[in-house]
């Protein structure tokens, strides 16, 4: 039942979309509108990391130049996929995180701009990921993201 309400969320045809279908991060405009999900194959920098790499470095998801109405309620999930996944299920995607503004009333109708960082250094050894040359990474809207920008994906290294 979960994942059907999964699959149903993501808008997938029966739940399941081919892999190749999936263009790159730098093949997708960036700034882009966040009024649908997105879908993109990030690359890593990095794979094949071994425990001391992994302790000294944590592998994070960026998501740059969001840029949002300061005074609006917006969220948006991350969810991550396998590269090597022929085909892509809800039942194999792991959920990353959420982006969450809460208003803030200011009468100043300023935007803001902000980046999301998620840590997924975990979630790519779950998804057996850890030699893989990219990620699919999907964001799905899920409220007050008709006028949110999105400047880009990337993952990036912390330590």
């Given at each position: 039942?979960?994942?059907?309400?999964?699959?149903?969320?993501?808008?997938?045809?029966?739940?399941?979309?081919?892999?190749?279908?999936?263009?790159?991060?730098?093949?997708?405009?960036?700034?882009?509108?966040?009024?649908?999900?997105?879908?993109?194959?990030?690359?890593?920098?990095?794979?094949?990391?071994?425990?001391?790499?992994?302790?000294?470095?944590?592998?994070?998801?960026?998501?740059?130049?969001?840029?949002?109405?300061?005074?609006?309620?917006?969220?948006?999930?991350?969810?991550?996929?396998?590269?090597?996944?022929?085909v892509s299920r809800p039942d194999s995607t792991e959920f990353a995180g959420s982006f969450v503004n809460v208003?803030?009333?200011?009468?100043?109708?300023?935007?803001?701009?902000?980046?999301?960082?998620?840590?997924?250094?975990?979630?790519?050894?779950?998804?057996?990921?850890?030699?893989?040359?990219?990620?699919?990474?999907?964001?799905?809207?899920?409220?007050?993201?008709?006028?949110?920008?999105?400047?880009?994906?990337?993952?990036?290294?912390?330590?």
């Amino acid at each position: 039942m979960i994942l059907k309400k999964i699959a149903d969320k993501l808008k997938l045809k029966h739940g399941v979309t081919n892999g190749a279908e999936i263009p790159s991060a730098s093949s997708v405009v960036f700034p882009r509108k966040l009024d649908s999900r997105v879908r993109v194959d990030v690359p890593r920098p990095k794979k094949s990391r071994n425990r001391k790499d992994k302790e000294d470095e944590e592998e994070t998801l960026v998501i740059k130049g969001i840029e949002l109405d300061r005074n609006k309620f917006v969220k948006f999930d991350v969810f991550i996929n396998d590269e090597d996944d022929p085909v892509s299920r809800p039942d194999s995607t792991e959920f990353a995180g959420s982006f969450v503004n809460v208003p803030q009333k200011r009468s100043d109708g300023k935007r803001k701009s902000t980046v999301l960082r998620i840590a997924i250094t975990e979630l790519l050894e779950d998804l057996d990921a850890d030699d893989d040359d990219s990620v699919i990474v999907t964001i799905v809207p899920r409220a007050g993201t008709d006028d949110v920008t999105i400047g880009g994906i990337e993952i990036q290294f912390a330590s």
